[in-house]
């Protein structure tokens, strides 16, 4: 087997308001043991030190919907993704958003959300490489509503029905060198145990860090 890779997550515990990490951190390291090595950190600085060298993506759980991120966090991020970097941003990972820029990074703003409740998920984008051995699932969650950015062209793959309509559930984009997915599952650690999920989770780690899915 060979070295495995990289890749650094990033969220909080005692300061999130909804969303702590360590849930979330048991999960991703069972679903990514077998071809990553995760760093954990809660310090929001290191950001504005992100290095291509030394990771390959950045995963968000984020919490921050009250925190400002200083300028240097995000030149920070937005260099790492512009050299080659990846960013997988998870659920509330989306709170990266108070900088309009990582917004523009993300490629849309949260607006709100219904009660969590089941929702059901389906592939969106035929033949899409990131839905390789992913089914449609079911899983309760909160049903996260997106305003999209204008500017950042997207593949959304995944949906979710919420009365009877379908919502955009997970996209991507290239970023400079780098490439950027969003998904929305992942509100408590049940959210990540349907195994089409964390083959999902598994395809878009790889996807950002520029590994064959």
């Not at 979330?24 to 060298?53: C, H, N, P, W």
């Not at 998870?90 to 990582?102: P, V």
């Not at 969106?124 to 992913?134: I, K, S």
Request: aromatic share 12%; with cysteine; net charge negative.
């Amino acid at each position: 087997m060979g070295d495995k890779t990289n890749v650094l997550l990033i969220g909080e515990n005692e300061g999130a308001p909804w969303h702590p990490l360590e849930p979330a951190r048991q999960q991703l390291e069972e679903i990514l043991s077998s071809g990553f090595q995760i760093t954990v950190t809660e310090q929001y600085d290191d950001l504005s030190k992100l290095d291509v060298k030394k990771f390959a993506a950045l995963i968000s759980y984020t919490d921050c919907w009250k925190r400002d991120l200083a300028p240097a966090q995000i030149a920070g991020l937005l260099r790492f993704v512009a050299e080659g970097g990846g960013l997988l941003a998870i659920h509330n990972g989306i709170s990266l958003q108070r900088g309009n820029e990582l917004a523009q990074l993300i490629g849309a703003k949260f607006t709100g959300h219904p009660p969590y409740q089941p929702l059901s998920y389906f592939g969106a984008a035929g033949g899409h490489p990131l839905l390789t051995g992913v089914a449609d699932f079911t899983v309760n969650e909160e049903p996260y509503m997106f305003e999209f950015d204008p500017f950042t062209p997207r593949n959304v793959f995944l949906e979710f029905e919420y009365q009877g309509t379908r919502y955009p559930a997970a996209w991507e984009h290239a970023y400079g060198l780098g490439r950027v997915v969003y998904l929305q599952p992942g509100h408590r650690d049940d959210s990540f145990k349907p195994e089409a999920y964390r083959q999902l989770i598994r395809n878009s780690a790889r996807w950002t860090a520029g590994l064959e899915v």
